[in-house]
């Protein structure tokens, strides 16, 4: 059974519910969801890459980082990092929104924070381009830097609490948001559609169809297949395949099974498909990418 696409964060300290990933291609610190696993959780998210080059789909689209820039992911949105620069490294700083409220029902919750989370604001890059997302940028720095020495650093939760305020007042003060709230069928389709991918991560050794996957969000087959093309920018059935061959590269890796079983254990019923899919995608066949793969482990 594939992990759900909804992230429940586990804070170290449920008394101070904020929390910083560090992710390579191998792992996260502290264990988390990290590079090439698609999720979504209730929290803000704000992402640095610390090291590479890293790419982030964000709704179904890329977002191209370099090193040194960072981006923003609102509350609910669906994301997955989907490449990093070999050795490459990236951070993700995770909070509540009644973080920047101070509390309940409060002005600033009412004019400058549920305006922009509960707005159509998806994501925003912060690139450097200007000296206000220099600023922000070297906040985050600081943050990442004030939580590798939070036990040695007395009231350090005060330090990224009051780091995280200024750069949230930084950002709103200069990015031109409307503050409608999202549309409600928007809102919508975003939730059938974290259905109907929730339902292909936990039923991909099946031999699912396209109306299973439709049933599943109350959707025709057709709107179903608008769903993912917009979102995504693919259809369904390309999505179960990608993720098939995704599942797969694990298996090739971390066991000993023959490529046969490795295509039966990720839902392709005939080995040829799964070769010829796994190539296509790849641009080398499973042996290949198995081989290469280990030997490049060995070296290291």
Not at 95 to 116: I, Q, R
Request: aromatic share 12%.
């Amino acid at each position: 059974m594939s992990k759900p696409l909804f992230e429940h964060i586990a804070y170290p300290d449920d008394s101070f519910p904020y929390i910083m990933y560090t992710h390579t291609t191998h792992n996260s610190i502290p264990e988390g969801r990290g590079f090439n696993d698609l999720h979504w959780h209730d929290e803000l998210q704000i992402t640095l890459a610390t090291r590479g080059k890293l790419v982030i789909q964000v709704n179904g689209i890329d977002h191209h980082l370099e090193q040194g820039q960072a981006i923003l992911i609102n509350k609910g949105i669906l994301h997955i990092a989907t490449y990093l620069e070999h050795d490459g490294q990236y951070v993700s700083f995770n909070f509540p929104e009644k973080l920047l409220a101070f509390y309940g029902d409060s002005v600033m919750e009412k004019n400058y924070v549920t305006p922009y989370t509960n707005s159509s604001l998806v994501s925003l890059d912060i690139r450097g381009d200007h000296d206000w997302e220099h600023a922000i940028l070297d906040m985050l720095w600081e943050m990442k830097h004030t939580f590798e020495i939070a036990g040695a650093s007395w009231g350090w939760q005060y330090e990224v609490s009051i780091k995280t305020l200024q750069l949230w007042f930084t950002l709103i003060s200069h990015i031109p948001l409307s503050t409608e709230q999202l549309p409600k069928h928007a809102k919508q389709q975003q939730e059938r559609l974290q259905l109907m991918l929730s339902y292909i991560h936990q039923h991909f050794v099946d031999p699912i169809t396209l109306q299973q996957i439709a049933d599943i969000a109350h959707l025709s087959v057709s709107e179903c297949t608008r769903s993912f093309r917009k979102t995504i920018h693919m259809t369904p059935y390309d999505y179960l395949i990608k993720y098939r061959l995704k599942k797969s590269c694990d298996l090739l890796l971390g066991t000993d099974d023959t490529i046969t079983e490795v295509a039966q254990h990720v839902g392709f019923n005939h080995v040829n498909h799964f070769i010829q899919s796994f190539k296509k995608a790849y641009e080398q066949t499973p042996k290949e990418y198995r081989k290469a793969r280990l030997q490049q482990a060995h070296s290291q």
